[in-house]
């Protein structure tokens, strides 16, 4: 009887004890359930937090973007909103002209986030005075009034020494001559100064000009593509327009002749990738600088999470301004370096084109 007592009671002992681990176990996976429960929701505020977060944050790139950009009409420190006239044309819509308003809607065109759209979707020609055009217009402009006035103070000063604008002028008229077309082009370089010199002033008055963004008339043109390119098209036809047989024929027949079927190709191809690197050269170096400056003017925004925190725009401002200003000072040399590069390798290509050769189909290239 002793025995099964003691049985009876271990089996009881042992009954309880699987009762009491069962329990434990059965509490430990509802907690652990509702730890995983609380964990779960914490995540979820924590992304909800993030998201809201990401929408709140300042985003710089469409503001640089839009200001790197071509538009249809100024906008001054965001406030002030100048149209430009725009010219449109289209087969079904005929001529269209209006002055730009942001919104509005003219004749089957939309004006919106500094473009213009149709409606329908279709594709139209935009004559249009844009931002660039406007720029490059008054670069014209002031290019006629300064050499105008230089001119009549050379006849009105005859035999004087030049001061004020004719001394800054003939400076940099002299150095464009001697240092540019002379050296690049070579004894037959009186024919092309005109040409060098519009494009060396034309360059760097642009590039001036679009260090003040806020100025009308200071637009990002040499950070356009589409102005490098075109002015690298010009400089191929006057470069290849310019050739002598000696260059041509060391294009068409290049020596040895037993290589002709890899230089050939090679030849044709560098007609085309000398432009091409006049343009890409010109727009990136001017592009970039831009997108400098205006990222950093960025970071008082960012830092001060888009005018809500006033101590976090104060450090922005500590580290953009000086950073802005150091910049800018670059972007005035980088202006005057770009236009004498382009105006330099322009030289050096035309003078590689009307280069007397000693021997027919050779030179250097």
Same mark, same amino acid.
């Given at each position: 009887?002793?025995?099964?007592?003691?049985?009876?009671?271990?089996?009881?002992?042992?009954?309880?004890?699987?009762?009491?681990?069962?329990?434990?176990?059965?509490?430990?996976?509802?907690?652990?359930?509702?730890?995983?429960?609380?964990?779960?929701?914490?995540?979820?505020?924590?992304?909800?937090?993030?998201?809201?977060?990401?929408?709140?944050?300042?985003?710089?790139?469409?503001?640089?973007?839009?200001?790197?950009?071509?538009?249809?009409?100024?906008?001054?420190?965001?406030?002030?909103?100048?149209?430009?006239?725009?010219?449109?044309?289209?087969?079904?819509?005929?001529?269209?002209?209006?002055?730009?308003?942001?919104?509005?809607?003219?004749?089957?065109?939309?004006?919106?986030?500094?473009?213009?759209?149709?409606?329908?979707?279709?594709?139209?020609?935009?004559?249009?005075?844009?931002?660039?055009?406007?720029?490059?217009?008054?670069?014209?402009?002031?290019?006629?009034?300064?050499?105008?006035?230089?001119?009549?103070?050379?006849?009105?000063?005859?035999?004087?020494?030049?001061?004020?604008?004719?001394?800054?002028?003939?400076?940099?008229?002299?150095?464009?001559?001697?240092?540019?077309?002379?050296?690049?082009?070579?004894?037959?370089?009186?024919?092309?100064?005109?040409?060098?010199?519009?494009?060396?002033?034309?360059?760097?008055?642009?590039?001036?000009?679009?260090?003040?963004? !806020?100025?009308?008339?200071? &637009?990002?043109?040499?950070?356009? =593509?589409?102005? /490098? #390119? $075109?002015?690298? @098209? *010009?400089? +191929?036809?006057?470069?290849?327009?310019?050739?002598?047989?000696?260059?041509?024929?060391?294009?068409?027949?290049?020596?040895?002749?037993?290589?002709?079927?890899?230089?050939?190709?090679?030849?044709?191809?560098?007609?085309?990738?000398?432009?091409?690197?006049?343009?890409?050269?010109?727009?990136?170096?001017?592009?970039?600088?831009?997108?400098?400056?205006?990222?950093?003017?960025?970071?008082?925004?960012?830092?001060?999470?888009?005018?809500?925190?006033?101590?976090?725009?104060?450090?922005?401002?500590?580290?953009?301004?000086?950073?802005?200003?150091?910049?800018?000072? !670059?972007?005035?040399?980088? &202006?005057?370096?770009?236009?004498? =590069?382009?105006? /330099? #390798? $322009?030289?050096? @290509? *035309?003078? +590689?084109?009307?280069?007397?050769?000693?021997?027919?189909?050779?030179?250097?290239?």
């Amino acid at each position: 009887m002793r025995a099964i007592f003691k049985a009876n009671h271990v089996s009881k002992s042992g009954i309880k004890l699987l009762l009491l681990s069962l329990m434990l176990i059965s509490s430990s996976f509802f907690a652990s359930a509702n730890e995983a429960e609380l964990a779960v929701d914490s995540l979820a505020s924590e992304s909800v937090a993030v998201n809201e977060a990401k929408e709140e944050a300042f985003n710089p790139t469409p503001m640089i973007l839009h200001h790197v950009a071509d538009s249809h009409s100024w906008d001054v420190l965001e406030m002030v909103h100048f149209g430009l006239p725009c010219f449109l044309y289209s087969s079904e819509l005929g001529l269209t002209s209006f002055i730009y308003h942001n919104g509005e809607e003219v004749n089957g065109y939309k004006c919106e986030h500094g473009g213009i759209e149709r409606e329908d979707g279709k594709s139209f020609i935009d004559f249009s005075i844009t931002k660039n055009v406007f720029t490059m217009l008054l670069t014209a402009i002031i290019l006629i009034v300064v050499f105008i006035s230089v001119t009549a103070a050379y006849t009105r000063n005859k035999g004087k020494a030049p001061k004020g604008l004719q001394n800054i002028m003939e400076t940099l008229v002299v150095f464009v001559r001697d240092d540019v077309a002379k050296a690049g082009i070579g004894p037959k370089y009186e024919k092309y100064l005109p040409y060098i010199l519009t494009i060396f002033f034309f360059v760097l008055v642009n590039n001036l000009l679009g260090l003040i963004p !806020i100025f009308p008339g200071g &637009a990002n043109v040499m950070g356009n =593509i589409a102005v /490098t #390119l $075109v002015l690298a @098209f *010009i400089a +191929m036809i006057v470069i290849n327009v310019s050739g002598n047989k000696g260059y041509w024929s060391h294009i068409v027949l290049p020596k040895p002749l037993f290589l002709w079927p890899i230089m050939f190709p090679v030849e044709v191809l560098g007609i085309f990738t000398k432009p091409i690197a006049l343009m890409i050269r010109l727009f990136a170096n001017m592009v970039a600088g831009h997108i400098i400056v205006l990222s950093l003017i960025s970071l008082i925004f960012v830092f001060g999470k888009a005018g809500q925190s006033v101590g976090g725009s104060a450090v922005g401002a500590l580290i953009a301004v000086p950073f802005t200003l150091f910049i800018s000072c !670059i972007e005035v040399l980088v &202006a005057f370096i770009q236009a004498f =590069i382009f105006a /330099t #390798l $322009v030289s050096v @290509f *035309i003078g +590689m084109a009307v280069e007397e050769h000693g021997h027919e189909g050779e030179g250097h290239h």
